[in-house]
């Protein structure tokens, strides 16, 4: 059994509770915890949002549990469940959660929707690691206070500094922003939360961080950021192309975020 209700969907709740018990069955005594980050555990995670876990184990992985885990994790986005095709995480060793000098290192990752599990180390973030520490939701195991770093805010700052600056570079390396509607929000959704972050030393939700750029940002963009928070009921769909203007304002905002970091 996992925690009664970890999220405010039946359906996602149900497939949580199919992962843990099975990673539970296939590591046996190796299964330390599982848990929730990202938007589940920071807040205003809705339909559109993927749900983030991190299922820690005491030891490496033996190959005979890693093979059942590849298994199992090609197995679940054939469910007919939506969630089913909307878990991402990773598998980690506890002790790399002790401290942040662990901090990139590839851990065993399924992307959502994808049905084969890779070494990346996409999850082992300083977001991940902040939300996993400050308000990881437990599917079951001990508090993530008692055993993970605390992620400071002189780290985060640091952190959001750097990736501001290539944010448009490596933005472009996965998806196009004048192709796709999603990804001009995506960048205005994200560029917010990093100066959200900067200015803070703090991680927020998606939605926390556009009230707050609205008030606390220059108002020329309050038109641009509105227009992101009321696109996020219409998703990702492939086929939607956003406008040129916001395209060409987004581009504006980029340079905006850079030069605000600068100064900070």
């Known amino acids: 059994m996992i925690a009664t209700n970890p999220t405010q969907f039946p359906e996602l709740n149900a497939v ?22 990202g938007s589940f555990a920071v807040g205003d995670a809705d339909i559109h949002s993927d749900c983030d876990f991190l299922i820690v184990v005491n030891d490496p ?37 002790g401290t942040l000098d662990a901090l990139g290192q590839d851990w ?23 939300s996993l520490h400050e308000c990881g939701i ?6 993530p206070k008692t055993f993970t770093a605390k992620v400071p805010p002189e780290a985060i700052r640091e952190n959001m500094h750097k ?20 990804a ?12 959200y972050s900067m200015e803070t030393g703090n991680i927020a939700s998606k ?13 020329k963009w309050s038109g641009l950021i509105h227009k992101a928070m009321e696109g996020r009921s219409l998703g990702f769909n492939p086929d939607e192309l956003p406008s040129p203007e916001d395209v060409d304002a987004t581009r504006a905002f980029i340079e905006y975020a850079k030069d605000r970091a600068i100064s900070l």
């Open 16 to 37: 949580l509770e199919d992962l843990v018990e099975n990673a539970k069955r296939i590591l046996g005594d190796n299964f330390f915890g599982a848990y929730l980050v």
């Open 61 to 97: 992985l033996t190959p005979k549990q890693e093979a059942s885990l590849r298994k199992l994790h090609n197995e679940i986005p054939t469910r007919p469940e939506h969630w089913a095709k909307h878990l991402e995480g990773s598998y980690t060793l506890k002790n790399d959660l």
């Open 108 to 130: 065993l990752y399924i992307d959502h929707g994808h049905r084969e599990m890779e070494r990346s180390p996409h999850c082992n973030s300083l977001e991940h690691r902040w």
């Open 138 to 143: 437990v599917l079951s195991g001990p508090d």
């Open 163 to 182: 990736s501001v600056q290539s944010f448009l570079e490596d933005l472009e390396s996965w998806i196009s922003l004048e192709g796709i509607a999603w």
């Open 184 to 195: 001009q929000r995506y960048a205005v959704t994200t560029l917010c939360r990093i100066l």
């Open 207 to 219: 939605k926390e961080s556009l009230l707050w750029a609205t008030s606390h940002l220059d108002q």
